[in-house]
């Protein structure tokens, strides 16, 4: 397996290409036989899975506030900036599974029942409440 910064890339995660067109690449390996350029450049479609992830565990906290038992099934609320609201867009059915929410919106929210980071590190409101 492939160790990047300590951790273990596995199969399907990396790739590998031929190219000079890296600054000091020929030089990183004793000899100048070879070397590698990690490419941290995040998919869209990657980043929008990862964002839909961080919503579904802002639920926790939010869920024990309001007293519900891990199988409570809940209406739920998402006040979030346009482009976290966009990359869930895609993954609302995820959302609702993870969370057991009946439905899902995407609206302003007043009184939100708790407040936590997604994404980019933008600001999402919640409100939710048990069917």
Do not use: K, Y
Not at 57 to 76: C, F, H, K, W, Y
């Amino acid at each position: 397996p492939l160790v990047a910064a300590g951790v273990t890339l596995l199969p399907g995660e990396t790739g590998e290409r031929l190219s000079r067109a890296h600054p000091g690449a020929a030089g990183a390996v004793p000899g100048g036989t070879g070397g590698g350029v990690l490419d941290t450049e995040v998919p869209p479609r990657r980043e929008a899975e990862a964002t839909a992830r961080d919503v579904c565990g802002l639920m926790q906290e939010p869920r024990r506030e309001a007293g519900l038992n891990v199988s409570d099934r809940i209406t739920l609320t998402l006040d979030a900036p346009p482009p976290v609201v966009e990359a869930l867009r895609g993954h609302e059915e995820f959302v609702s599974g993870e969370v057991l929410a009946t439905s899902l919106e995407f609206a302003a929210v007043r009184d939100p029942v708790h407040a936590g980071d997604a994404g980019d590190g933008s600001t999402v409101r919640v409100a939710l409440a048990r069917t």
